[in-house]
């Protein structure tokens, strides 16, 4: 499993086997902390793969802290560098540059089994024209909304803001953003109640546990792409996989307590639990 993408620091481009050491991420010989976004997805995803026995993920990341210089490192790395095969690409942060993902787009479809896209690798595959090329999508519902509407370019200019949306307008989001083709056949929405998607369609959703307080903990969405992409790489099938993701990622929050002030790393740590009670 590869785990391509961004993170807000000062570091040029890391390539190699990502490692957990208690609340941080190793790579090489850099230390990161588990915070929100992508340590917070590798921190979920080496824990799942770790309980199943399964190789620890590869990670090309860069360091990008908003003004896209980052990802274009990304992007020219990843159209030099020799990809080997992979099971899941996940793609995570990232400037949703157009014309340099549709050049490294076909090197990663000819590499991966199953590309599953979150936050900026969704923007930049659905201004390219190629959501449907892609897996499985794991938008919010923010997220949801951008996609459904063609004309915005990026989820802060949807035609409709977070707090406008209800759980009954998902279904018709869902379908619009489907029939626009900014939704591959398979997604996952993650909400309140999350939402297992195929073709347009809701088939399955996981509700419970329901912990209020993850609502208001950065990075909860995160790891539940990081255990979405694992289940994925360990051979589950998409339907099974995320129902089960959306099932351990509750669990670890509930076993974990939290508050709104809880830290993610504090909900991480209980995830090889979760998975026993899931």
């Known amino acids: 499993m590869l785990v391509i993408g961004t993170m807000p620091f000062e570091i040029e481009i890391i390539d190699g086997k990502a490692k957990l050491k208690e609340k941080e991420i190793k790579i090489n010989s850099l230390t990161l902390p588990v915070t929100i976004g992508t340590t ?21 990341l860069s360091g990008d802290k908003g003004d896209g210089k980052g990802t274009k490192r990304l992007f ?41 896209a979150d936050a900026g690798m969704m ?6 024209g190629l959501a449907r090329n892609l897996d499985i999508f794991t938008p919010d519902a923010g997220e949801l909304a ?10 802060a200019y949807v035609k409709k803001v977070l707090f406008e949306i209800d759980t009954e307008e998902m279904e018709s989001l869902i379908k619009q953003a489907y029939l626009e083709k ?5 997604s996952l929405v993650k909400g309140k109640k999350d939402l297992i998607v195929k073709d347009g369609n809701i088939i399955a959703s996981v509700s ?23 289940l994925i790489e360990a051979d589950f099938p998409f339907e099974k996989a995320s129902v089960l993701a959306a099932k351990i990622n509750r ?8 508050t709104p002030a809880t830290s ?15």
């Open 182 to 186: 900014n939704l591959p056949c398979f």
């Open 208 to 230: 419970e546990p329901s912990i209020e307080a993850m609502e208001a903990i950065g990075g909860t969405g995160d790891t539940l792409v990081g255990i979405l992409s694992s």
């Open 76 to 116: 020219s790395y990843l159209k030099d560098c020799n990809l080997t095969r992979q099971t899941v690409i996940c793609g995570h942060y990232m400037m949703p540059y157009v014309d340099e993902f549709k050049k490294i787009f076909p090197k990663l479809r000819k590499n991966a089994k199953f590309i599953i």
């Open 251 to 258: 669990i670890a929050g509930k076993l974990a307590h939290p």
């Open 40 to 60: 917070a997805l590798l921190a979920a995803a080496i824990h799942v793969l770790s309980t199943l026995g399964k190789p620890s993920l590869h990670v090309i």
């Open 123 to 128: 923007y930049a595959a659905k201004a390219a």
């Open 264 to 278: 993610v790393s504090e909900i991480v740590k209980f995830i090889p639990k979760a998975i026993e009670e899931a």
């Open 146 to 155: 951008f996609l459904a509407d063609k004309d915005a370019t990026h989820p």
